[in-house]
């Protein structure tokens, strides 16, 4: 059967990016150490700066909630909330004073979960699942170190990562929830 469940979340994503391109005062990301910023952890990546940053996302996600989903169904969406969370919980407490938004966070912590948990299996489905993904996204490291461009949370990026290998070198934190 074809996952269905990574279009739907696409599709969220892009409803509440719109409305945040229409209402930019929607835009609440997480805003580390402020309080008003604590929203952002579950909403910040659905909200996008415009059109060029919800697009550059779009492929690579769908692609790797697909992967999710395909390869991983019965912890799809454990992996998934769990990787929201504990990256934006990380963010907000580390991240540099901003409004860090966009879907790019999970990107990197999907990539994180998927080649680390393939690796780890020894079993050689998901290693090579891995190795595709790494083939596919293998440049993504360069995120996670500062960048001269200011509009880019490489803070997000790390903190996502970690969360996704967090996940998979640690299966017992999914069965908590």
Do not use: D
Not at 55 to 63: A, D, E, G, K
Not at 79 to 88: A, D, E, K, P
């Amino acid at each position: 059967m074809f996952p269905k469940l990574p279009f739907q979340i696409l599709a969220v994503i892009y409803i509440i990016s719109v409305l945040g391109f229409i209402f930019p005062k929607l835009k609440t990301g997480i805003i580390p150490r402020k309080t008003k910023g604590l929203i952002g952890i579950i909403f910040a990546p659905f909200f996008h700066n415009n059109w060029k940053h919800l697009i550059s996302n779009t492929i690579p996600l769908i692609i790797l909630l697909f992967t999710l989903q395909y390869f991983y169904p019965n912890q799809f969406i454990k992996v998934l909330s769990l990787i929201l969370f504990c990256g934006g919980v990380l963010l907000f407490l580390i991240g540099r004073k901003s409004n860090h938004i966009g879907a790019s966070g999970i990107i990197y912590g999907l990539i994180s979960y998927i080649v680390i948990i393939g690796f780890i299996s020894l079993t050689m489905k998901p290693i090579l699942v891995s190795i595709a993904v790494l083939l596919l996204y293998g440049s993504f490291i360069w995120g996670i170190f500062p960048s001269k461009q200011k509009n880019i949370s490489w803070e997000g990026h790390l903190c996502y990562a970690i969360a996704g290998g967090l996940m998979a070198c640690y299966p017992q934190l999914i069965q908590l929830v």
